[in-house]
C-alpha cells in the first residue's frame, strides 16, 4: 500500500468511525469534553501510528486498544488525584437523557479505570473475553474477574438508586 493510499484509509477510518469511538470514551470517562479529548489524542495517535507503520492489519484494534491506554494512562497522572475545593459552576443536565443512564453513567465513575475498561469493553464494544484480554494486556481471568467486580458495583449502585 502506497503512502497516499494509507493516508486515505487513515482519513477514512477517521470520518467513520470518530463518532463510536466517542461514544466509548465517554462511557469511560463520564464526561463529554475529557471524552472528546481522549477520542482526539487517540485519533493523534492512530494517525502518527498509521503513518509510522505505513501497514497496519488492524486499525480498529490499534484505535480501540490507544483509547483504552489513553484512558488508563490518563487516570494515573498526579492532577487527577487532586480535589477543588470552593463552589463549582452549575452543570446543565444533558438533553434526552433518562434517570436510568444519569444512574449507570454514575455508577461507571465509582469503577477503577481498569474495571470501568472492561465492562466497557466487553459490554458496549460486545467484545470476547478473549479480546478484551488481549486489548489490555490482561490474562482472561483478569478481565473475568474485573468484569464480575464491575458489575456487582454497578448492579449495587442500580439497585441503591432505584430501591
Not at 26 to 47: H, I, N, P
Request: net charge positive.
Amino acid at each position: 500500500m502506497s503512502r497516499t493510499e494509507a493516508d486515505a484509509a487513515l482519513r477514512q477510518f477517521v470520518e467513520g468511525r470518530r463518532k463510536a469511538l466517542l461514544r466509548s470514551a465517554y462511557l469511560l470517562c463520564g464526561d463529554r469534553d475529557e471524552a472528546d479529548d481522549l477520542v482526539q489524542t487517540t485519533l493523534v495517535k492512530v494517525v502518527l501510528g498509521g503513518r509510522r507503520h505505513v501497514r497496519l492489519d488492524n486499525i480498529e484494534a490499534y484505535a480501540r486498544k490507544t483509547l483504552i491506554n489513553t484512558f488508563i494512562a490518563s487516570r494515573r497522572r498526579f492532577w487527577r488525584r487532586e480535589h477543588p475545593y470552593g463552589d463549582l459552576p452549575e452543570v446543565p443536565e444533558p438533553d434526552h437523557d433518562t434517570d436510568t443512564g444519569l444512574v449507570v453513567r454514575a455508577a461507571l465513575a465509582r469503577l477503577s479505570a481498569k474495571q470501568r475498561a472492561v465492562v466497557v469493553l466487553r459490554y458496549w464494544e460486545d467484545l470476547s473475553v478473549a479480546e478484551t484480554a488481549r486489548l489490555l494486556g490482561m490474562r482472561e481471568n483478569t478481565v473475568k474477574s474485573h468484569a464480575a467486580r464491575g458489575l456487582a458495583v454497578l448492579r449495587t449502585e442500580v439497585q441503591k438508586e432505584f430501591a
